[in-house]
């Protein structure tokens, strides 16, 4: 089973910070997800990779596959951006299992 | 526009009395799953779903059960629910094995069992 962890647990910012959020998995896969929760609100999905980078807007997401590593980078933070961030890998690793394994999440408060 | 519903989106309800969350997609995607976010615990997976009748246990199946008649629909039955089962429910869904694509979720249900 993938074990998945994150970094920092909690973060707070001020308005116009560069932020990294880190996240750490056990077993090798075939892509991570990046996700986002507001407050009170529902689960949206960011970025699926499975290798190098992908960029949307201020937000960058990286992936090392051989060292099992990947980082959420959001640039010229704001307010808006207060989350939480959950970094999820497939369960299954060769096996039939479906679904994800997540990570517990960064909880981000961005300060005007 | 695509999207996963789910109904209904809080309830309070009693220890034993059965109830119903509804999940519903309008992607035709094949892979469904239901999942429940603890704080603490974070998201876990309670069950799965890879086809009309096609379904396995998650990590935390033990109180729940779901069934998948038709494609579009999974929804996640407490038959008896109890207090340890107060949760925030999301239902996912995607278009192929679950870590090689996009995860839809649904709004979450905010279930709490007195």
């Known amino acids: 089973k993938n074990e998945v962890e994150q970094s920092p647990q909690n973060l707070t910012a001020q308005e116009g910070e560069f932020i990294t959020i880190n996240c750490s998995y056990s077993?090798?896969?075939?892509?991570l997800h990046w996700l986002q929760q507001h407050p009170g609100g529902g689960i949206v999905s960011l970025f699926m990779?499975?290798?190098g980078k992908k960029k949307h807007g201020r937000l960058i997401a990286t992936i090392n596959i051989q060292e099992k590593h990947s980082s959420l980078h959001i640039t010229a933070s704001h307010p808006r951006d207060s989350a939480v961030y959950i970094c999820?890998?497939?369960?299954?690793?060769?096996?039939?299992?479906?679904?994800?394994?997540f990570g517990k999440g960064t909880h981000l408060i961005i300060q005007p | 526009e695509a999207q996963v519903t789910q109904n209904p989106r809080y309830l309070i309800t009693v220890t034993g009395k059965k109830l119903t969350v509804t999940c519903s997609q309008n992607?035709?995607?094949?892979?469904m799953s239901w999942y429940r976010q603890d704080p603490g615990l974070g998201l876990r997976q309670i069950y799965y779903?890879?086809?009309?009748?096609?379904?396995d246990k998650g990590d935390v199946p033990e109180g729940y059960k779901v069934s998948r008649k038709e494609k579009r629909n999974f929804p996640l039955i407490l038959e008896s629910p109890s207090p340890n089962q107060t949760s925030l429910y999301f239902c996912?869904?995607?278009?192929?094995?679950?870590?090689?694509?996009?995860?839809?979720f649904g709004p979450g249900t905010r279930l709490t069992v007195t």
């Open positions: 990779l499975s290798s």
């Open positions: 999820a890998v497939p369960k299954y690793s060769g096996g039939g299992a479906d679904g994800l394994t």
């Open positions: 779903s890879m086809n009309v009748e096609v379904t």
């Open positions: 077993v090798g896969i075939s892509a």
């Open positions: 992607m035709n995607h094949e892979y």
């Open positions: 996912a869904s995607s278009g192929g094995r679950t870590g090689d694509y996009e995860q839809y």
